[in-house]
């Protein structure tokens, strides 16, 4: 029977410069001990999808613009999504969000 028992995730679970470095070559590469770990798809997942996460699609952006696999239309218009999605990331909004609950 599998072991049902829940237990924290590591200190560096979702941490983007810990499980998802940038390296010497100006590519993201996961570390070899990241690869090993029985959480590593929800731990690589969480940290694409945090602020931080915004970053790596920005740079993805960027190198597939610059190869010419993204024309300018379609390059603006991911930017333009990538900025939204800065903007409801922000602590600021998370924190405006929760007092406008609490007031209604």
């Known amino acids: ?9 590591p200190g560096c679970f979702a941490s983007i410069e810990k499980v ?16 090993e770990c029985d959480i590593k798809t929800e731990c690589l997942r969480a940290a694409l ?11 993805r ?6 190869a010419g696999h993204v024309g300018f239309l379609e390059r603006w218009a991911q930017q333009k999504e990538l900025e ?7 602590r600021w909004r998370r924190f405006r969000m929760r ?3 609490h007031d209604r």
């Open 20 to 35: 998802f470095p940038l390296g010497s070559d100006g590519l993201r590469q996961t570390p070899p001990e990241c690869l």
């Open 61 to 66: 952006l960027a190198r597939s613009y610059q």
């Open 99 to 101: 007092f406008q609950h």
């Open 84 to 90: 939204q999605r800065k903007k409801a990331n922000s």
């Open 49 to 59: 999808n945090a602020q931080q996460g915004v970053a790596v699609h920005e740079e």
């Open 1 to 9: 029977m599998a072991d049902l028992k829940l237990k924290a995730p």
